[in-house]
C-alpha cells in the first residue's frame, strides 16, 4: 500500500499516518518530524529548516525532495508506505512521481483530510508532544495520564514552536496558496479519497480501513 496523505496542518494526518503503519504494516514518512529531528540534532539541513518551520512557512523544495528521495530508498518502504506531510508542492508531487517510476511503482492512493480553520486552531493550540518518542497528545480529548508527562517514555511534553496562533495562521495560509492545489492536481488523476479529521479517535481505524478499501 503507498499512500499520500493530505490535508491542512492539525487535521489529524499525523494520527491517521500512525494507524494507517499499525494497520497496513507500511512505515509513516513524516516529513515535518524528519526536519524537527534535523533541527534538533543541529544538522546543517535542520538548521536551515528551522528558520522557515518556526514562521510556519514551507521549505525549499529541493531540501525535502533529497530528503524523501533518500527515506524511499530504505529498505523498509519498499512494500508500501504513507507519506504524511509530503508532497506539499506541485514540484514534490512532481518529484515522487519520478521516484515512484524510477523504481517501476505507483501510488495507490491520496487521502485527503478534511477539517475547518476553527476546530484546526482550538486543536493546536492544545496539542503536546514529546521530544523524545513523538508520541501527540491532546489537552481536550487526549490528555496524558500524569500532567505534562509522556504516557509512553516518562518525557516532559513540550509545545511544538509552530503551534502558536500566529504561526497556525500562517500555516493554514501557505496551506491553501501552495498545498490545496494538490487536491485538483490527483483529482484530475483520479486518485484521491475523503475523510473526515473529526471522527471520534476510537472509530478511525475502521473508517480508514473501509474508505482506503472502498
Ligand atoms: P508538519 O509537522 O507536517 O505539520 P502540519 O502538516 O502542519 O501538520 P501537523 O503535524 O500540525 O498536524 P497533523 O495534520 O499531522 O495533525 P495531528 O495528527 O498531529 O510540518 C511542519 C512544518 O515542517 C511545515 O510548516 C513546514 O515548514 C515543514 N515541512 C514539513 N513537510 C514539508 C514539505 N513536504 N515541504 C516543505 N516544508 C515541509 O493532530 C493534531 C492534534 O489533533 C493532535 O493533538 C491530535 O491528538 C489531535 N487529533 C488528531 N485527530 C483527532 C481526532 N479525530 N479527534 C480529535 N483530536 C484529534
Not at 512532481?94 to 495507490?108: F, P, Q, R, V
Request: glycine letters at 8%.
Amino acid at each position: 500500500m503507498r499512500i499520500v496523505l493530505l490535508g491542512p496542518p492539525g487535521s489529524g494526518k499525523g494520527t491517521i499516518a500512525k494507524i494507517i503503519e499499525e494497520l497496513y504494516c507500511v512505515p509513516a514518512i513524516t516529513t515535518g518530524d524528519m526536519l524537527r529531528d534535523a533541527a534538533e540534532r543541529g544538522t546543517s539541513l535542520g538548521r536551515t529548516a528551522k528558520l522557515y518551520m518556526d514562521r510556519g512557512e514551507l521549505v525549499p523544495d529541493e531540501l525535502v525532495i533529497s530528503l524523501v528521495r533518500e527515506r524511499l530508498s530504505m529498505s523498509d518502504s519498499a512494500n508500501g508506505f504513507v507519506l504524511d506531510g509530503y508532497p506539499r508542492s506541485v514540484r514534490q508531487a512532481e518529484a515522487l512521481d519520478e521516484i515512484l517510476l524510477s523504481t517501476g511503482k505507483k501510488l495507490d492512493c491520496v487521502l485527503s483530510v478534511e477539517l475547518e480553520d476553527d476546530v484546526i486552531v482550538k486543536r493546536l493550540s492544545a496539542r503536546r508532544s514529546c521530544p523524545k518518542c513523538g508520541a501527540v497528545y491532546n489537552l481536550m480529548n487526549k490528555p496524558p495520564s500524569k500532567h505534562g508527562t509522556c504516557d509512553v517514555c516518562g518525557s516532559t511534553l513540550v509545545q511544538r514552536n509552530d503551534d502558536k496562533p500566529e504561526v497556525i495562521r500562517r500555516r493554514l495560509d501557505v496551506y491553501r496558496e501552495k498545498t490545496q492545489l494538490l487536491l485538483d492536481w490527483y483529482s484530475a488523476k483520479g486518485e484521491v479519497k475523503k475523510i473526515r479529521g473529526d471522527l471520534p479517535l476510537e472509530q478511525l481505524p475502521s473508517k480508514i480501513r473501509k474508505t482506503l478499501e472502498l
